[in-house]
């Protein structure tokens, strides 16, 4: 049985850093294409960064890109999401989600999903 389990969030000052974590089980990493996304209030939901099945490229929304780092260990079977120079606008809910296709950021076409983890950005 697929499971995701994301840990990490919380209220960060502006400028300030999160680590975010996502223990998968039922699978390993490689096999899926595994990613962030994120939904702010009254917002669709978007892709943050993810990690292809295919090669193992990375791929950054452009929202984050600079500024967030996405890496796993394998031996952990644990997806990271560092997030750096925090701002109120990334205030969300950020989910970990995995699928068996390489479906980039299209947080649509990803069928497993954590519960998610709550990042509020504020001074």
């Known amino acids: 049985q697929v499971q995701l389990v994301e840990s990490g969030g919380g209220l960060v000052q502006p400028g300030g850093s999160l680590r975010l974590s996502c223990v998968v089980s039922?699978?390993?990493?490689?096999?899926?294409?595994i990613g962030w996304f994120r939904q702010a209030p009254g917002k669709e939901r978007e892709g943050v960064s993810y990690?292809?099945?295919?090669?193992?490229?990375?791929f950054y929304g452009a929202t984050v890109k600079g500024r967030f780092t996405i890496d796993r260990d394998r031996d952990k079977n644990t997806l990271y999401l560092q997030m750096n120079r925090l701002a109120p606008e990334d205030t969300a809910v950020y989910y970990c989600?995995?699928?068996?296709?390489?479906?980039?950021?299209?947080?649509?076409?990803?069928?497993?999903w954590g519960q998610g983890t709550q990042v509020t950005v504020s001074s």
């Open positions: 990690i292809s099945n295919t090669d193992g490229s990375i």
């Open positions: 039922g699978f390993t990493l490689d096999a899926y294409a």
């Open positions: 989600a995995a699928a068996e296709r390489d479906y980039g950021l299209d947080w649509t076409l990803y069928n497993y």
